[in-house]
């Protein structure tokens, strides 16, 4: 098995499509982000980094709340779009006609269109060179009622259909190869 | 569209499958980790977030260094296993007849058959509750040798058949529906 060594460099794939909308209900603005995660389960907190020079860096600074809308295959062109447009030229809720609802817990919108959306308020701004890392906490989490199934109180994601991000493409939901737990059921 | 509300909770997915490898030369583990991501571009950051009474917290702490291997399909039992197994009673390498071979750039292994494997220096722990996350400076990226078409010097990524975690589900790479920039192509 050979391997070839490359530069230090960005490759931990797959990832979330993270379509983050941020601002408030005046002045918003959606921005895709791949670099984003969980990083602690109690308290749930989760992190997205942002390029001071986008213009998202901004509403972030000045509200410092985000929502993490993820990304399904309808929504693969709009991921697309808002991680190439500026919020400084395009009103991209308007242009690519997505529903801007206020979080049950924040000042800023939602994309209602997103099967599930994480409210989160930002404890930390951490410079790290090319990208800040805007640390939060998960406040509230929106699930599209399709999700569920009867009776259902926990939602199934595999009804969501999410897509992930693999550093050039865009790839649907695969296949289950199995359920967590399964190397140790007997 | 009708939506619900959840308790505050970990929703961020799909995710990659890291096997995170850590310690050093004569005593290391294999822990799969979920709560992983790229923080910055511009130096290269990772970041994986650990529960202190984890055997491998205390590896993390003695050696600041780590691997993320990232899984494909044919390590899907491993990453199962590696993650409900605790390496204070097993010896995950042995008992699952993977490679460790020394990192280039640390003092700790790579599994030899993650095709990709991005070693890391640890630069900071932040408590943050359930989880302790390990901020790293990406050191150097190794990658098998068959993902590289005849004469490339770039990978292709796809040709590793990574698989990602569904918060219960372990699926495999699912198929193309864009390439990065297809929303502005003329």
Not at 158 to 163: D, F, Q, R
Request: with cysteine.
């Amino acid at each position: 098995m050979k391997k070839r060594s490359l530069h230090p460099g960005t490759w931990l794939f797959p990832l979330p499509v993270a379509l983050v909308s941020c601002g408030n209900m005046n002045t918003y603005n959606i921005i895709t982000i791949s670099w984003t995660g969980t990083i602690c389960s109690d308290p749930p907190m989760c992190y997205i980094s942002v390029r001071p020079e986008r213009y998202s860096h901004q509403l972030l600074m000045d509200n410092p709340e985000f929502v993490i809308n993820l990304a399904n295959a309808p929504l693969t062109f709009a991921s697309d779009w808002c991680g190439v447009k500026s919020g400084r030229d395009v009103n991209k809720f308007k242009d690519l006609k997505l529903t801007p609802m206020k979080a049950e817990t924040l000042n800023c919108p939602i994309i209602l269109e997103s099967p599930i959306n994480i409210e989160c308020k930002i404890t930390e701004v951490k410079k790290l060179g090319s990208h800040d890392m805007f640390i939060a906490k998960v406040t509230n989490v929106q699930v599209s009622d399709n999700l569920f199934a009867d009776g259902a109180v926990v939602p199934n994601l595999k009804n969501a259909e999410l897509i992930s991000y693999l550093k050039t493409v865009y790839l649907s939901q695969g296949e289950q190869l199995g359920r967590s737990g399964f190397s140790i059921k007997k």
